[in-house]
């Protein structure tokens, strides 16, 4: 991911505004404080347990400057997208297909994407409703500051995507 994301910063000619680094988001490879921290793509729901997405909470906030904001996304979903999707495989893009296999009694999903040519991945991604959020966000110094239904700034209508902003306390 970082080469791809180097040569594609290196076409756009923006390889010198980026300093990519590999690491653990619950110990990030990041000495500096910084005004804003992203956290896009749902990544902390590939943490499995709510110790694990605090400690990542808690490393976000360590990078922040004294009132900085951190910015992520995660979902819950709705009845009507497990009912909708589990077991199947959709096509979500043009040679991209997509099978969400639901375990509601451990709120995981195993995502399995697959190309035209025959490759595939498949990953856990573990779900929290947005009171649990919350709980974790308080518990880690940060405050919630806004909850979007995604990234344009649409509202968050029940829990399915939400975009979190907080700032460190």
Known sequence: MLAVARAAADE???SHRLDLRLGDLRE???TERVPLV???FRTLLHMETEDEKLRALRAARGLLEPNGTFVFDVFAPSREDIEETDGLWLER??????RADWDESSRTLSLSVRSDDGSMI?????WLSAAEWA???DAAGLAVESVFGWFDGRPQDGEEDMVFVTRRR
């Open 12 to 14: 756009a000619g923006v």
């Open 122 to 126: 498949t990953f856990g991604l573990h």
């Open 28 to 30: 990030p490879p990041v």
């Open 135 to 137: 709980r974790l966000i």
């Open 38 to 40: 992203l956290c896009p």
């Open 93 to 98: 893009e043009p040679g991209i297909f997509e």
